[in-house]
């Protein structure tokens, strides 16, 4: 009796084992929490501005978490966390007609004025994505004063001095997230 529970006991690792090295049920758990939804639209913009796509996810999931219909209290709106008046703008300078604000609330407009911004930010700090991640969250206006007042250095080497800890923890948010994008969809 003790000799056939045995071998059922080694059976069920085994069959643990294989489906641990076949399924990898731990990548299926973290594409779980790490998507890829609204790819469609991530794709074409990210090519479009040249951007790494998993970036954008990475800074969707972080600001909004893929919840489209979200208002944050400083009323950043949508998927990317667009300010209004930062799209209006934005929107504008690719020609693209945003009304009211309740259009950034469509997908494909918040992800295409969104990532348009983010690579507006990235030509603006020299493709330097650590800086741009930080206006992003800051703003340029703060991000340029921290550089000019020597706070944090021009080639974003020194992010751990941001001043502001809610955007020094979303910029080290978004960069973890973007590496745990990279190595689960990479191949």
């Not at 913009?45 to 489209?68: G, M, T, W």
Request: a positive charge; proline letters at 2%; charged letters at 25%.
């Amino acid at each position: 009796m003790k000799k056939k529970k045995g071998i059922i006991v080694v059976a069920v690792l085994l069959f643990l084992i294989i489906v641990i090295f076949i399924f990898k049920p731990q990548n299926w758990f973290m594409k779980k929490i790490y998507k890829l939804e609204y790819s469609e639209y991530v794709y074409s913009c990210a090519q479009e501005n040249d951007i790494d796509p998993y970036l954008i996810f990475a800074i969707i999931k972080v600001e909004s978490n893929f919840h489209r219909n979200i208002q944050s209290k400083s009323g950043a709106i949508g998927l990317m966390q667009l300010m209004e008046s930062t799209a209006i703008e934005m929107a504008n300078e690719i020609g693209e007609e945003v009304v009211v604000k309740e259009a950034l609330y469509n997908p494909e407009k918040n992800i295409k004025i969104g990532t348009k911004y983010y690579a507006f930010l990235l030509k603006h700090y020299e493709g330097n994505s650590y800086l741009a991640l930080a206006a992003y969250n800051a703003g340029m206006g703060n991000v340029d004063k921290w550089i000019e007042q020597g706070i944090i250095k021009k080639d974003g080497s020194d992010l751990e001095n941001i001043p502001y800890k809610e955007t020094n923890n979303y910029v080290r948010k978004i960069v973890r997230d973007y590496k745990i994008y990279q190595n689960l969809y990479k191949k």
